[in-house]
């Protein structure tokens, strides 16, 4: 009987449906394990072979915890609100709801064709208002909490009102806005309504505020930094601009010591850790006020080199700094102007990444140093960022390079207040000896007593204080896009109000383009039907806008962030209308326990995803503040591509072996023209693109001969190998066991076809051990020692493999255990029933079939785990060396357990012996049980 896995395959993938075999419940009966992938965005293009990666070795581990006695749930859903459906909308018309379901169904036929044990009843969706609703509650939430420092958690805003009512806002030690004015009592109990919520907006964990965003004109939206790639967008390739936005943005930065505190206590890779340590960027200091001359305005920076403070000898704001328009003189407004409106055309990474140019102008103004009182030239230069501290620094270029870069550029004086010291890293790693000249009362100093000195003599003056510095900033969380969830939220007298959970969700309204409006509003100014009735609680259209009753609402959308940073809780009730979930399925449910996913999403998702939970964790909703104990990054499949070598300036085409002979330009072409020798048929090339179509070709030996180069598998470098054409022409389970069998999960590893064959001749050869000819042919007859051993060896080195998520050589492991049994003619149940659930977790259609031959009427997947038992691995023989005098003669197969004497009797009678004896009577017979035998002559 042939391993017809086409059928195998389609048949177990339906009965798993229909069975709904890996459905989980919430069952306290048994121990929990949640397993989880990142949750794909469902594009247009579908999967390539690179993205089941992580799927796999997801299903794997959660297919062996079942087999261990968990209830495992395993969920899959779609983060499908994104701009790529959006920009289609535009380029097409087509609503988006309608390319996501699209995609959506594609992604769905693809993942079930790999035979994945997703638990498919709790799927979600992003874009579905019955999972958005859930998105706009915890915005909700946030709008109506504020965070406490003395309490270090997040407290509802009632709490805070009812201290301001009792109290005013003195004592209160709230992490908010730093334009807060203090007030009593008695002030705010007199405030108008506009008034309390213009001051409660400065403490909310989610506000308005103008924010300086990356501004991209061409589509009309914000965009993140990591939307952002050499200064212009991601999608589209078009130019990024900075500029000042109202947005909502999210007070992350409440929680950056807890986000960094919270690290030590999770399961990922070191490497994640430290991206997100550095983007919290925690750094220890002072912070200093500097008074400009000639104006009322004063410059707050941080540094943590306060000790340097005599070093000073000037500043620099960044452009977008608010007081750059103040305090520059007529002088150098034209210059400055021009300046501010350049860096506004580069993003803020490209500003970071560029540490070689230096660039600035002098804005005629001085600021007055704290002790000194002489004059500090203030600049501006794009390499300080608005966002990051306080957008301003003060530039000490004795102990800086890029300061000391900067002033000689410029000609700058450039005091050296460490002349005669030591400045290098190790020298200040000693912070007791290190030694600070040439400043003051800070003069003979050790780094560390100049440290605090210069901040207990700054606190004496009013002109800084010691502090805590953080790098994180408050994440903008307004996108001026259509297919985004919206904001639950319509503004009365310009003051935002939020929509009661009971007649949530706001969903999508229909709109005509997808464009922003001509007069620069977002897509959803161009909706009619977009007004809040609150009198009757529901949307009406904007020609009834009165404000009295009817007001307009928000027409931002939120980021892509928003549901992803809190799906992984959704899984656990999907279905649950009065609630995001309820109590009793997020106690049971916990956390995740296995998370898989890219490292790419380090300071994104995965950072936001975190702050949520943590959130949600002061708020009694999640009984945990880390949402996956455990996280391990898939390293990437890597895709072969195909290049062709064009003679330069022709269309003229030369074949690999004798491109040197000319000079060419290379091409890269569909990887699915090309053969396993690497060989083109031009004709077919001629027939891809409309540029190859006059192509002329130069051949080597009569054929045409591609190069071939590792890299990442994308559509642009038409390296992409679909899974459907795999699974078609080798299996689901070949697919799977490849994917494996490439190399450990976390690295990156290069495809290639042809080496599929390898594991799919496995199959048919495991296959081939359950069968003898066109007959199942397994017997209960009493297994062998030998396939005893071989069973339990790839038992314990199998179980380890996947304990550790070594999948890769549990595959080998399969391998030989395969070809042992095959040269034992072991076709015993005692030994192949227990492989075959060994199996299950990588070929799972396969096992499922063998299992049903075996004549089991359900399904493998709960079937427990083979228990390796050691006994099976002690040798119960020994192969002794024989020697005579000291020289090994030849070597004899003795059972373990004889005593001395039988094993002497064994040799003395064996015909060898009594060969190299000869007639002679040894002297003696040295004899150490388990290792050798002497003949003394």
Known sequence: MSYDFNTIEANWQKYWAEKATFNAENNREKPKYYVLDMFPYPSGAGLHVGHPLGYIASDIYARYKRHKGFNVLHPQGYDSFGLPAEQYAIQTGQHPAITTRENIARYREQLDKIGFSFDWSREVKTSDPKFYKWTQWIFIELFNSWYDKDADKARVITDLEAIFTKEGNANVNAVCDEDVEPFTAEGWNGFSSKEKQEVLLKYRLTYLAETEVNWCPQ???????????????????????????????????????????????????????????????????????????????TIEVFTTRPDTIFGVSFMTLAPEHELVQKITTSEQKEEVQAYVEATAKRSERERMADVKTISGVFTGAYAEHPFTKEPVPIWIGDYVLAGYGTGAVMAVPCGDQRDYDFAKYFEIDIPNIFEGVDISEEAFADKENTIIANSDFLNGLSYKKATKTAIFELEKIGQGEGKINYRLRDAVFSRQRYWGEPF??????????????????????????????????????????????????????????DDTNVFPLELNTMPGWAGSSYYFNRYMDPHNVDEVFSKEAINYWKEVDLYIGGSEHATGHLLYARFWQKFLFDRGVVPVDEFAKKLINQGMILGTSAIVYRISGSNTYVSKGIKDEYETEELRVDVNMINASDELIPEELMSWQPQFKDAEFILEDGKFIVGREVEKMSKRWYNVVNPDGICEQYGADSLRLYEMFLGPLEQAKPWNTAGITGVHSFLKKLWKLYHNGDVFDVTDEAPTKDSLKTLHKTIKKVEEDIENFSFNTSVSTFMIAVNELTAQKCNSRVILEPLTILVSPYAPHIAEELWQKLGHSESIATEAFPIFEEKHLVESTKQYPISFNGKTRFTLELSLDLSKDEIEAEVMGHEKTKQQLDGRTPKKVIVVPGKIVNVVG
């Open 488 to 545: 639950p939220v319509y503004y009365v007298d310009g003051m935002p109000q939020m929509i009661d959970v009971a007649h949530l969700p706001i969903a999508l309204p229909e709109v005509e383009k997808y464009l922003p409006t001509e007069t620069g509003e977002p897509p959803l100014g161009r909706a009619t039907v977009w007004a809040w009735d609150a009198k009757n609680n529901k949307v009406v259209s904007n020609d009834l806008i």
């Open 219 to 297: 589509l009309g939206t914000v965009l993140a930094n990591d939307e952002i790639v050499n200064g212009v967008s991601e999608r589209g390739g078009y130019p990024v601009v900075r500029k000042k936005m109202t947005q909502w943005s999210m007070r992350i930065s409440a929680y950056a010591q807890r986000l960094l505190d919270g690290l030590d206590t999770i399961d990922w890779p070191q490497p994640l850790k430290d991206s997100q340590t550095n983007w919290i960027g925690r750094s220890q200091g002072a912070s200093v006020t500097f008074n400009v001359k000639d104006h009322e305005a």
